[in-house]
């Protein structure tokens, strides 16, 4: 049961993020309405405990944690480019996946 609530956990400090950043990139000031405006502040916060939480969570993950550390020939990493790069493609393809998903459901007038 611990197992699973922490992957949960996991799971829920990256939604948090993913959803800070595409609220981040792809909302319109203007047309923030007043009673959202306190979302923002929550989606602020939620985003940083996950950016503070989730480098010590990833120790959990055997993978994730071997690719970080690791190189392709079996040798520790000199620096932290290759694993920060694909970071970065994996949240900015999320982002792009997702606001796809968003501009066809609005599109087919499902988010209306």
Do not use: E
């Amino acid at each position: 049961m611990k197992r699973i609530a922490g992957y949960g956990l996991d799971a829920f400090l990256i939604l948090c993020l993913l959803v800070f950043f595409y609220f981040h990139a792809f909302s319109n000031s203007r047309n923030i309405p007043p009673w959202s405006s306190g979302w923002g502040n929550i989606r602020l916060l939620l985003a940083i405990l996950a950016m503070v939480t989730i480098p010590f969570r990833v120790k959990r993950y055997a993978n994730v944690s071997h690719f970080i550390v690791f190189d392709s020939a079996g040798s520790r990493r000199k620096t932290i480019i290759v694993p920060l790069f694909w970071m970065l493609v994996i949240i900015f393809g999320s982002l792009i996946i997702l606001r796809t998903l968003v501009k066809m459901f609005d599109s087919a007038g499902v988010l209306q």
